[in-house]
Structure formats: C-alpha cells, structure tokens
C-alpha cells in the first residue's frame, strides 16, 4: 500500500521495474497492441508492485479534468517550433488556458511517457507534432483527450484534427524552380517525420521527366550531429549531384556548412533551397532560397482547432511561399 504522501508512481516506474519500455506498458494496462504472455505478466506485476493503477492511464477522469492544453514539440530550441509554440501560447492566453510543454525529440518512446504524464496531470487537450504511430496515441483517445495533430499526420488516425503546411505544392515549386535552372542531379535531404515530403520530391521530379536517383534521398536523423553528417556524405558521395533541397532549417544549416568545408561553392558548383524561413537564413552568404511555412499561423490554428467543441474531423491545410534569394544559379 502505498503511504500517504509519497511520490505517485508513474507509467516509467513500472516500464523501469518491467525492463520494458514505455510503449509497452501503455499497451498492456490499456488492452490493446501486442504483447508476449511473459511480458505482459511481467508489466502487470509491476504495476502492482507500484500500485500503479489502469486508472491511471485515464480511464473515468473526464469528471475530474481541469482543463489545460498539453503541447508536445520535437525540439524547442528549433526555430520553427518555437514559433509554432508561439502561436499555441497566443492562442491559448487568449481563451485563459495554461499550456504545459514537453520535448519529445522525435522519440517515439519519449512520446509515450508524455502522453501518459499528460493523462495522469488531467489534461483535457492535447496538441502535438507526433513522432509515434496511432497506436501510440490509444491511451490518450481513450481517456477521452481532444487531440490535435501539428506539422505532421499519424498514420492510421486520419480521423484527427490536423493543421500542415502544404508540403506538395512547396515541394513541387521548389523543384520545378530548379528544374527551370537546368537541374536535374537535385538531392533531397530528410529527416523523421517527412515521408509527405519525399513522397512530393519524387512525384516532381517525375512529373518533369526526371529519373529519381534514390542515392540522392538521404534520411538524416533529429539532430544536428546526424543532420551534418548526413549533408557531409552526400557532397563526399555523390560530388556530381548539382542542387540540394533540405527538408527542414537544420537540415539546411547542415548543407551550408558541409558545403562550406568541402569547398562547394554555393551557388557556383551547388545550388540550395531549403524548408522553412528562419532569420539566418537571410543573413548568410548568399541569402539561402526558402521554402517558408507559417509555422506561427500553424500553431494558431491547432489551438483554435482543440479549444473547439463540438468540431468536425479535418485537415487544415496552410500555404507555402519559395522566396528566392541568392543560393540558386543555373547548372554548371
């Protein structure tokens, strides 16, 4: 039993007493997803241990929610989700709503103890920019949360609010703008999170006849450390290759410095364009061409969308703008 005033045990404690992790747990106590008979008597004896209770996980709080919005971002320092952030924040002060923040680093498993930290404080409304699948998110639907996807759509829960920049269409102007330049070797440096911008990137270059050359997509993971390194191997492997679109401003910092270390000249030997306008990105040299994206608007929008009852499932969906600056020259 547990004494009174001591610390409530949490959906970690029983993933750490388990030796399994959070995801895991989330499955078992809420009876859905797979589990292995072991394990899953493994995570149920350890939620007795801890008298950590299913209910826990939600279930019957709907009566005893104060309200709130919890707001799940990759990576606050990143200046795109600070602006996102900025724009819940606003919102949601305006409607008297607090707004509790977690960093998810793009991990799936982080997400997940998020997620339960947000249900056992009694949040109502959750906004997030998701880094697990669907089934990652069961626990919050079922406890009754409103939720509201941001920048990304999960996979299997087309049904929730969504609010995305129009990733297709940026994508594709990009493309075609140096296509238009004489490009054809143009590589597309990604990251978690953006299969619809890949997917775009390939749809355009076959829409102007241009072969995709799948040694020029290139997957970096979220960080900077992973972002340089991939930018690195790609100039160091494929030194042909003529124009570089980076699917997000890390990814495109990482481009400029490779560049600048492997001596590609930009826009000389290597033209660039990347995803998001962010203040730097003016001020180096030359002036990076932009695909912008109203991340503050996008932000807005999803607190408007989850302080929203009664609402309807659908997707928002926000314009992108390709500013060009100076990073772009014609092919050598």
């Known amino acids: 039993m547990r004494v009174s005033g001591q610390r409530r045990s949490t ?10 992790g959070v995801a895991t747990v989330s499955r078992v106590l ?41 707001l799940l971002v990759p990576d606050i320092t990143d200046p795109f989700y600070g602006r996102l952030t900025d724009g819940v924040l606003t919102c949601a002060q305006s409607a008297g709503e607090p707004v509790m923040i977690g960093t998810t680093r ?32 069961g626990p919050a639907f ?37 296509a238009g330049l004489g490009h054809r070797r143009i590589a597309f440096l990604s990251r978690h999170g953006q299969a619809q911008r890949v997917r775009a990137f390939r749809e355009a270059l076959d829409a102007l006849g241009v072969p995709v050359d799948e040694e020029l ?9 992973s972002a340089y390194a991939a930018a690195s191997g790609l100039f160091q492997h494929r030194p042909d290759l003529t124009a570089v679109l980076a699917g997000g401003n890390m990814l495109g910092e990482a481009a400029v410095l490779a560049a600048k270390e492997l001596d590609f000249r930009v826009p000389r030997d ?3 364009i990347m995803f998001d306008d962010v203040p730097w990105a003016e001020l180096c040299y030359p002036p990076l061409t932009v695909i912008s994206q109203p991340a ?37």
């Open 11 to 20: 959906i970690k404690d029983v993933a750490e007493a388990a030796e399994v």
């Open 296 to 332: 503050q608007d996008m932000g807005y929008r999803a607190a408007e969308l989850v302080l929203r009852e009664g609402r309807r499932s659908r997707t928002v969906t926000l314009p992108t703008e390709l500013i060009v600056r100076g990073s772009c020259g014609p092919r050598r």
């Open 106 to 137: 793009d991990d799936p498993e982080r997400e997940a103890q998020l997620i339960g930290s947000l249900i056992e404080e009694s949040v109502e409304r959750v906004i997030a920019v998701p880094s697990g699948d669907g089934e990652m998110w």
């Open 30 to 70: 809420s009876g859905t997803g797979s589990a292995s008979p072991a394990t899953r008597e493994k995570v149920l004896a350890a939620a007795a241990r801890l008298d950590y209770r299913p209910s826990a996980l939600g279930r019957n709080l709907r009566r005893q929610r104060t309200g709130g919005i919890g």
């Open 217 to 225: 997509i290139v997957r970096a993971h979220s960080s900077r450390d």
């Open 142 to 178: 079922r406890a009754g949360l409103s939720v509201v996807f941001a920048e990304r759509p999960v996979q299997g829960r087309e049904n929730i609010p969504t609010v995305v920049a129009d990733d297709r269409t940026g994508v594709r102007t990009a493309v075609e703008y140096l």
């Open 270 to 272: 290597v033209s660039l």
